[in-house]
């Protein structure tokens, strides 16, 4: 009799057949994780901060910490002169390779497009006559575009400009005349921040670092979940691996739209940061940037077991590299390694977005690339989590 008892209790054919039969995908038990997260997120005070109002804070703190008002320029040039003496005057401009002659221009309508797309730094306009007038002693004029978006480069290259024009015609014009100034007249206009603010530049460009908090937040939770013996009690239920996933990731995605306003407001209305674009295409943008952040955490969770490796790990992979070759500071280097790791970074081409949002205005289709570089990060890191997600401890 005992042993009939013993054998109906240990083995539950029904409940195994279920169980080696159940869908890869059960909605009702997705939202039970789902729940869960939320419960957990607003119950841990540090969790809800990190997710929620860290990204608004660094930026207030950051964006004071790097007031900086800093290298090789690309540029464009609309010859209409087209004389000995301008060709000479560029010649003179690109002799070191700081400047770098990318494109001549036919047209003014070819100019803009150019800035607005960051192809080239500046734009110099070279009018008709201006060899006749040097070469007649008379004071000639030549004018300078400058995207200014970026204004840690806009004021270094206005100085060199005008340098490069002052020596130019000192060194090889003035022919023993005697002059009180530069016959050579730089005028230059700068665009999309007129002021040359960097707070300007910058607070754009801080926003993607800010906004890895939730994705931080979350590689800390995957961890946790480990180390605390929840995932052991996760082993024993018939939850699956996108369920279990998908559930934590859709929590944390949705609470860091509300750090991405809480971002913007104290971008637009604390530093006054002009804001040209749509709010609705920047939270779209924004939500696909989140999705990519915590997509990469997800690829990453197998490796980041604790909570200490997790911390190490974002701190290595979204924050070190975004300061100094993700184009916040210093522009994207043309160094083949180390343009291959900046565009492994989905910070590099989130402050692409953002600072052509804020200050170009710019629309959908001139975010082409980078969209679609953070959708594959976005679907890459989900499918490569979903691929090695084990139910079990090691």
Same mark, same amino acid.
């Given at each position: 009799? =005992?042993?009939?008892? /013993?054998? +109906? $209790?240990? !083995? #539950?054919?029904?409940?195994?057949?279920?169980?080696?039969? &159940?869908?890869? %995908?059960?909605?009702?038990?997705?939202?039970?994780?789902?729940?869960?997260?939320?419960?957990?997120?607003?119950?841990?005070?540090?969790?809800?901060?990190?997710?929620?109002?860290?990204?608004?804070?660094?930026?207030?703190?950051?964006?004071?910490?790097?007031?900086?008002?800093?290298?090789?320029?690309?540029?464009?040039?609309?010859?209409?002169?087209?004389?000995?003496?301008?060709?000479?005057?560029?010649?003179?401009?690109?002799?070191?390779?700081?400047?770098?002659?990318?494109?001549?221009?036919?047209?003014?309508?070819?100019?803009?497009?150019?800035?607005?797309?960051?192809?080239?730094?500046?734009?110099?306009?070279?009018?008709?006559?201006?060899?006749?007038?040097?070469?007649?002693?008379?004071?000639?004029?030549?004018?300078? =575009?400058?995207?200014? /978006?970026? +204004? $840690?480069? !806009? #004021?270094?290259?206005?100085?060199?400009?005008?340098?490069? &024009?002052?020596? %130019?015609?000192?060194?090889?014009?003035?022919?023993?005349?005697?002059?009180?100034?530069?016959?050579?007249?730089?005028?230059?206009?700068?665009?999309?921040?007129?002021?040359?603010?960097?707070?300007?530049?910058?607070?754009?460009?801080?926003?993607?670092?800010?906004?890895?908090?939730?994705?931080?937040?979350?590689?800390?939770?995957?961890?946790?979940?480990?180390?605390?013996?929840?995932?052991?009690?996760?082993?024993?239920?018939?939850?699956?691996?996108?369920?279990?996933?998908?559930?934590?990731?859709?929590?944390?995605?949705?609470?860091?739209?509300?750090?991405?306003?809480?971002?913007?407001?104290?971008?637009?209305?604390?530093?006054?940061?002009?804001?040209?674009?749509?709010?609705?295409?920047?939270?779209?943008?924004?939500? =696909?940037?989140?999705?990519?952040?915590?997509?990469?955490?997800?690829?990453?969770?197998?490796?980041?077991?604790?909570?200490?490796?997790?911390?190490?790990?974002?701190?290595?992979?979204?924050?070190?590299?975004?300061?100094?070759?993700?184009?916040?500071?210093?522009?994207?280097?043309?160094?083949?390694?180390?343009?291959?790791?900046?565009?492994?970074?989905?910070?590099?081409?989130?402050?692409?977005?953002?600072?052509?949002?804020?200050?170009?205005?710019?629309?959908?289709?001139?975010?082409?690339?980078?969209?679609?570089?953070?959708?594959?990060?976005?679907?890459?890191?989900?499918?490569?989590?979903?691929?090695?997600?084990?139910?079990?401890?090691?």
């Amino acid at each position: 009799m =005992l042993g009939k008892k /013993s054998s +109906a $209790i240990s !083995a #539950p054919p029904a409940v195994k057949k279920a169980t080696a039969h &159940s869908p890869l %995908f059960v909605p009702r038990r997705f939202v039970a994780i789902l729940r869960k997260e939320y419960r957990h997120i607003f119950r841990d005070f540090r969790t809800l901060i990190l997710v929620i109002l860290a990204p608004p804070l660094l930026l207030l703190l950051m964006a004071y910490l790097f007031r900086l008002d800093a290298q090789r320029a690309v540029f464009a040039v609309w010859d209409l002169d087209d004389s000995t003496l301008s060709r000479r005057y560029i010649a003179a401009l690109t002799a070191d390779g700081d400047f770098q002659l990318t494109r001549s221009l036919t047209a003014e309508a070819d100019m803009e497009p150019l800035l607005q797309s960051g192809q080239v730094a500046f734009v110099l306009i070279i009018p008709s006559g201006f060899g006749n007038r040097l070469a007649g002693g008379r004071e000639a004029e030549v004018q300078a =575009l400058v995207d200014a /978006s970026d +204004a $840690i480069r !806009a #004021p270094q290259i206005l100085g060199q400009l005008e340098l490069r &024009s002052a020596a %130019f015609s000192q060194q090889v014009l003035l022919r023993g005349q005697e002059w009180r100034q530069s016959p050579l007249t730089l005028r230059s206009q700068v665009w999309y921040n007129p002021s040359l603010s960097s707070t300007v530049s910058m607070v754009p460009g801080l926003l993607p670092i800010v906004l890895t908090m939730p994705a931080l937040a979350f590689a800390l939770s995957l961890a946790r979940d480990r180390e605390l013996g929840s995932f052991e009690g996760l082993i024993a239920t018939p939850v699956r691996g996108a369920e279990y996933l998908l559930g934590k990731a859709l929590a944390y995605v949705s609470l860091g739209m509300i750090s991405v306003f809480l971002a913007w407001l104290v971008a637009v209305f604390w530093f006054a940061v002009p804001f040209r674009g749509s709010l609705v295409l920047y939270g779209a943008l924004a939500l =696909l940037y989140l999705a990519a952040t915590i997509g990469i955490v997800m690829a990453l969770a197998r490796v980041a077991q604790t909570q200490q490796v997790a911390l190490f790990a974002i701190l290595i992979y979204f924050f070190v590299p975004s300061f100094f070759i993700g184009g916040l500071v210093l522009p994207l280097s043309r160094d083949p390694v180390q343009r291959l790791i900046s565009q492994a970074i989905p910070t590099t081409h989130f402050i692409l977005i953002t600072r052509s949002l804020f200050l170009k205005g710019l629309g959908p289709a001139d975010y082409a690339g980078p969209v679609i570089t953070l959708a594959v990060m976005a679907l890459g890191g989900l499918s490569i989590a979903l691929l090695t997600f084990r139910k079990r401890l090691q």
